[in-house]
C-alpha cells in the first residue's frame, strides 16, 4: 500500500516560482479585472506567489534563504520581465500583495549577482519604469508603496540621476502639497533623498539646471504650508551645504531675490522656520564677496533686521552658545554696512 500522498511537496526551484508569479501577474489582464469572481481568484494566486518569492529571498523564520537560489531568482525575474510586471500590475493587487511586492522588490535590488546588480541593470535598460512609479503618486491607493520602490531605486547613483533629470522630477514641486498628509510626506521622502543621497550627482543637475530648480524651489519656501515651507527651508540647507554644492551655494547667495526670501522667512509667526532661515541668511551676510545689490538690501533693511535678530533666539545649551555668538558677527556685518557712505542712492 502507497503512502506517497502524504509525502511533503517538493519545493519550488526559483525557475518554477518566477513563471507562477508570472502566469499570475499576467493572467490580472482586462477581462479577468471586469469579473469579480476571476480578480479575485487570479489576486489570491498572485498573493500566494508573493509569499512563495518571499520566502525564498528571506528565508521562512526558521530557514535561512539559500544564496545560490536567491541570486537565480534575482536573475529570473529580469530575463522573464517580472520587475516590468511588478509594476505595471501593482494598481490591481490588494493590500497584501502590495506589501510583500514592495518588500520583494527591495531584496532584489539589492540583490548582487557576479558582482552585479542586475535588478538594477535591467531598470536602467528601462527608465521609463522610474517615471511611472513618480506618477503614481497621483494614485494614493498605490502612493506609499510606491513612494517606498523609488527610495530603494534612489539609493543606486544611475537611477537617482535619471529621475532629477527627467521630466516626472518637476512633478514633486506639486506632489509635496498634495491634499493628502501622507503621501505629500511620502513624496517629500522621496524628494529629499533625490537631493541629498548622491551629492555629485546632485550638484551635476543643480549646475545644469539651477535657474528652473530654484525658481520651482522658491515657491515651496514661499507656501502658505508651514509644513512645506519648513520642510523646503531644511533640506534647502542639507543640500546646498554639501562640499560637492559649493559652487551653487556661492551663486545663490549672490542673488538678492533669494537674499528677500530668507528675509521674510526670518519674519515668520513660526519660531524653527526663522531659526533654520537664520542659517542661511548668515551665509548671504558673511559672504566676503556680497555683491552691491545684497549690500543695499541690507542696508536698506537694517533697522528691521537687527530687531528681528536681537529678537531671535535658539533656546538653551552650547547650541544656543554658538547660534548668539554667529547673530552677533551677523548684528556687527550689517551694522557695519549700514554705516557705509558709498551704498547710500
Not at 498605490?142 to 513612494?147: D, P, S, V
Not at 543643480?206 to 520651482?216: I, K, P, S
Not at 502658505?224 to 560637492?244: C, G, H
Amino acid at each position: 500500500m502507497s503512502f506517497s500522498f502524504f509525502k511533503a511537496s517538493r519545493p519550488k526551484t526559483p525557475q518554477e516560482v518566477v513563471k507562477a508569479m508570472k502566469d499570475s501577474l499576467v493572467a490580472l489582464d482586462t477581462k479577468t479585472v471586469v469579473e469579480v469572481k476571476a480578480l479575485e481568484k487570479a489576486l489570491e494566486e498572485v498573493e500566494k506567489n508573493f509569499v512563495s518569492m518571499r520566502c525564498m529571498l528571506c528565508g521562512d523564520g526558521e530557514v535561512e534563504p539559500n544564496t545560490d537560489q536567491v541570486s537565480q531568482l534575482a536573475l529570473e525575474v529580469c530575463k522573464e520581465d517580472v520587475l516590468a510586471l511588478m509594476i505595471h500590475k501593482l494598481p490591481n493587487l490588494g493590500w497584501e500583495a502590495r506589501k510583500d511586492l514592495v518588500h520583494c522588490w527591495s531584496i532584489l535590488l539589492k540583490q548582487k549577482v557576479d558582482s552585479r546588480y542586475c535588478s538594477v541593470e535591467y531598470i536602467e535598460n528601462h527608465f521609463e519604469f522610474l517615471d511611472f512609479l513618480v506618477v503614481c503618486y497621483d494614485n494614493k491607493e498605490i502612493a506609499l508603496n510606491c513612494g517606498l520602490m523609488l527610495r530603494e531605486c534612489i539609493k543606486f547613483p544611475t537611477l537617482a540621476k535619471y529621475i532629477l533629470e527627467s521630466a516626472s522630477f518637476e512633478l514633486f514641486f506639486k506632489f509635496v502639497e498634495l491634499p493628502n498628509f501622507d503621501v505629500a510626506s511620502d513624496a517629500f521622502s522621496t524628494f529629499k533623498d533625490l537631493l541629498t543621497k548622491h551629492g555629485t550627482v546632485v550638484a551635476e543637475y543643480l549646475t545644469a539646471h539651477y535657474d528652473e530648480f530654484f525658481e520651482q524651489y522658491e515657491k515651496l519656501l514661499t507656501s502658505s504650508n508651514y509644513v512645506t515651507r519648513r520642510q523646503s527651508l531644511k533640506l534647502l540647507s542639507e543640500f546646498l551645504l554639501e562640499p560637492p554644492s559649493s559652487h551653487i551655494m556661492k551663486r545663490y547667495i549672490q542673488e538678492v531675490r533669494y537674499l528677500k526670501v530668507m528675509m521674510t522667512l526670518l519674519k515668520d509667526s513660526s519660531k524653527n522656520i526663522q531659526i533654520s532661515a537664520f542659517h542661511i541668511f548668515k551665509v548671504f551676510v558673511a559672504n566676503p564677496n556680497k555683491p552691491r545689490e545684497v549690500k543695499v538690501i541690507l542696508a536698506k533693511n537694517h533697522g528691521k533686521l537687527l530687531e528681528l535678530l536681537h529678537n531671535l533666539s535658539a533656546g538653551k545649551g552650547a547650541e544656543d552658545e554658538q547660534f548668539e555668538e554667529e547673530k552677533e558677527l551677523i548684528i556687527k556685518e550689517i551694522d557695519m554696512l549700514s554705516r557705509l557712505s558709498n551704498l547710500d542712492h
